[in-house]
């Protein structure tokens, strides 16, 4: 079997990077010992005359003494940790470089020196380098491929043999993190890593441990390159194609806080493609003669969805056809709209702005009042006309306003009539009342789940798709975890003559539906959780959960979601496992292994006083639960959490309710992180 070396895959992806439109020089041309050195000593990994030329090419108006004041700014470390230290050059290579400097009437003046010509490729200085050698006190150490912008170093690649012993990813991602830790000036100004094996290849974030690199399988997001193909030809083109880099830096990256410090993150290439095609149809949407439906985007949940819409409207912010639109983010859920609304907020740079919160009716028109800009968010209620009345008014007529809509599938959003049986009055969807207050506004909706075949609504409201990533190549890229079912059945007993009419019953419960049709089923849905929440069953499932849970963590540490059918039954249930296992409760909600998580109000029972709590409770549960080492491992929920709560190490959810179509996609969803 013929072997390829390390050199060999090496000078192959060098050979690319060539066709790109990469200059190709090796470190024994350009290093400090070299025949055209372009660094001083080895220890310098910016190279420095190169920026400068960069500098002075991109900023001819400034002068030569504030270029330089630039120059210094990005050589010198000023953060003490390189993640703080590479966000800082991260915001100066998008935005500039603030300086100052006399202007000719003696006035002082300011302005920033451009890094990185991000409109004109061909503007910048493009060079990739093999065994690009670093030495920082006594360790010596070799990257093997460096790539520079501007003689700044903005990717590191990692490569292993095909075939070699110890030519595995993990090995390369194990280098990488070594070069971090030993020679971290290489990575101040670092974009993206890659790590491949010649033959599968993954792209990470400086942050990013090996279970977040992930492939890139498409170059222009049309055609998906098949799983087992090999992987590392797809990703230098899909990445390292000039333009694309640039826009992946400047577009694409954004910092957030963890409850582990500082995270940076990449979008990925199903991110960045629905990005760019969702642009395009935004574009064609709103102008003069286009329909004002820009389409659907179905990201399966867990894939980064909040995130894609975050990138989204970065986008549109910047788009000059849109001439800085008004971006409104509807969810359909108080507790939706703040975990958005933090996802956002995360990504203010991107969005040039702060993000506001319309808490009322009257706050969403005050601040639709304005002539153009703002990321505002709102749930679908605000879009409610007030009582006794058909019609919403206008909130404003502007073209350059578009509306996110998160989970835009669920069939709050129909345009029908519907007679309400109480009072006889006619009641419309909330997309007549969204068009009634938006009359021009182009409507775009993100969904973790697909379209029901007999939904008439969305397409209808939004448009057809724009773009699709489904469960499947999810779990085949590694962004989500595969599912598997267990079926456990506890018995309800009940006469043989009810029966029939229970089952009935249960096929027509379902907890999306409009409030009056929510009325309409109360009866039926009592009828049923007085069976499901008996005692004796109670006692059962409980048993059976406790027993299964212990070998399940025994096997895999981690934690579990129970989603119960009503509030009752979720206190009722807490109570039969506690009385099992008591050790596991805790009145202190920052102790205990099991807790309760659902709202009420001071009018339910005294027994579930003491799992309602505040906000305050609820978030501190919510970083409990996300926490992989806390000792919360056991929530029991009805509707909290089961859509947009993400804690990667919840393997395994114990359902106990009817459900069915998307609101089972969404909950079990919550355990494939």
Known sequence: MAYLSEAAVEQVVLDHLARLGYAILSDAEIGPDGKAPQREAYADVVLAKRLAAAIEKLNPAIPAEARG??????????????????????????EGVDVEFYAEDGTIRGDKVRLIDFA???ANDWLATGQF??????????????????????????LKAPGGENATLTGAHNQLQTYKAQIPSLFRTNAVLVTSDGITARIGSLTADQER????????????????????????EGIFERRRLLDLLHDFTVFGETGSGISKIIAGYHQFHAVRHAVEKTVEASAPQGDCKVGVIWHTQGSGKSLLMAFYAGQLVRCAELENPTIVVITDRNDLDDQLFGTFSMCRDLIR?????????????????????????????KFSPATGETIYPMLSDRRNIVVIADEAHR?????????????????????????????NASFIGFTGTPIEKDDVNTPAVFGEYIDVYDISRAVEDGATVPIYYESRLARIELPEAEKPKIDAEIEELTEDEATTEQERIKRKWATVEALVGSEKRLSMVAADLVRHFEDRVAAMDGKAMVVCMSRRICVALYQHIVALRPDWHSDDDAAGKIKVVMTGSAADPQAWQPHIGTKGRRDLLAKRAKDPKDSLKLVIVRDMWLTGFDAPSMHTMYIDKPMKGHGLMQAIARVNR
């Not at 700014?73 to 966000?87: G, Q």
């Not at 670093?134 to 990692?158: A, K």
């Not at 992930?214 to 170059?219: A, E, I, Y």
């Not at 009539?417 to 009634?436: H, Q, S, V």
């Open 69 to 94: 004041d630039a120059l210094r700014k990005v050589l010198a470390t000023e953060k003490p940790s390189l993640v703080e230290e590479n966000r800082r050059l991260h915001k100066l290579m998008v």
């Open 120 to 122: 004109d490729v061909a």
């Open 133 to 158: 050698t670093v030495i920082q006190g006594s360790i010596n150490r070799r990257p093997d491929i460096v790539i520079f912008v501007n003689g700044l170093p903005l990717s590191v690649i990692e």
């Open 213 to 236: 690199f992930m492939p890139w399988r498409t170059t222009d997001g049309k055609v998906i390159a098949a799983k087992g193909q090999p992987e590392l030809d797809t990703l230098i």
């Open 353 to 381: 702005q702060t993000p506001i919160q319309a808490d009322s009716r009257d706050d969403l028109q005050s601040a639709l009042s304005r002539a153009s800009g703002g990321v505002i968010f709102t749930t679908i209620q």
């Open 411 to 439: 069939s709050q959003y129909g345009f029908r009539a519907k007679i309400e049986r109480n009072t006889g009055k006619i009641a419309y969807g909330f997309a007549k009342y969204l068009r009634d207050a938006l009359p």
